[in-house]
């Protein structure tokens, strides 16, 4: 599978932001994609996923009511909306994808592949 994620940029506190992540290579069927930051000096942190056959979604308490996962499944394409941003969600962001086999996909090592990062930068 190659992840492909792109999106990020500079934006003012209380803005939005949507990042994308395109799959390709392998069909998603009983797939989960994941979303995961690290911010400079911290370790990779969980921010959701959500499975592809039925749209399931889970957040990070840090995120929910705020980022939002969707997914198209005719362009094999994940999104991240990120609303009402702040400094502290400056990182760069990962997209990741894994089977629903592997245990419950809230950490790194559920996610055998991974996209190259885009960095989000939010100013106060």
């Known amino acids: 599978v190659q992840l492909q994620a792109s999106g990020g940029g500079l934006v003012q506190a209380g803005n939005s932001l949507r990042l994308s992540c395109a799959a390709s290579g392998r069909t998603l069927t009983n797939w989960r994609m994941g979303w995961f930051r690290q911010a400079p000096g911290k370790e990779r942190e969980f921010v959701g996923y959500i499975t592809w056959n039925r749209g399931t979604t889970i957040y990070a308490d840090s995120t929910k009511g705020r980022f939002t996962i969707s997914r198209d499944t005719a362009e094999n394409t994940v999104y991240l909306q990120m609303d009402r941003l702040n400094p502290d969600d400056t990182a760069v962001y990962y997209c990741?994808?894994?089977?629903?086999?592997?245990?419950?996909?809230?950490?790194?090592?559920?996610?055998?592949?991974w996209g190259q990062g885009t960095q989000v930068t939010v100013s106060s």
């Open positions: 990741a994808a894994g089977s629903t086999a592997l245990r419950y996909g809230l950490e790194s090592r559920d996610y055998p592949y």
